[in-house]
């Protein structure tokens, strides 16, 4: 398994940006796809942005999609959410996870059910 610690979360007003990070331990790292979700007050955790192991292939959710980008860099165990134009509905905590199987394709809608580990969470608010 590996382990993630995420960070860089806070409070932004509505159309500014923050850069989440995701710090992972583990050699294998390079080996998972990686994705970040998030959850609303009152709401269930959802899918937001993923990437592959290999490629660096993403897919996103659409409430997201133009806004927010992931990447990750390999050589420093670490994955990013850069959030761009952010909305108060972007308000939630969001989390990093890993894939639970390694070496496998990222699914083009990925589920929670998909990832086997998960970091703490990091709390974002979005004002207006």
């Known amino acids: 398994q590996v382990q993630l610690v995420e960070s860089g979360g806070g409070l932004v007003q509505a159309g500014g940006s923050l850069r989440l990070s995701c710090a992972a331990s583990g050699r294998t790292f390079s080996s998972y796809a990686m994705g970040w979700f998030r959850q609303g007050p009152g709401k269930e955790r959802e899918f937001v942005a993923g990437?592959?192991?290999?490629?660096?292939?993403?897919v996103y959710a659409d409430s997201v999609k133009g806004r927010f980008t992931i990447s990750r860099d390999n050589a420093k165990n670490t994955v990013y959410l850069q959030m761009n134009s952010v909305k108060p509905d972007d308000t939630a905590v969001y989390y990093c996870?890993?894939?639970?199987?390694?070496?496998?394709?990222?699914?083009?809608?990925?589920?929670?059910?998909?990832?086997?580990?998960w970091g703490q969470g990091t709390q974002v608010t979005v004002s207006s």
């Open positions: 996870a890993a894939q639970s199987v390694p070496w496998t394709n990222l699914p083009t809608h990925p589920k929670l059910t998909d990832f086997g580990s």
């Open positions: 990437i592959s192991w290999s490629v660096g292939r993403t």
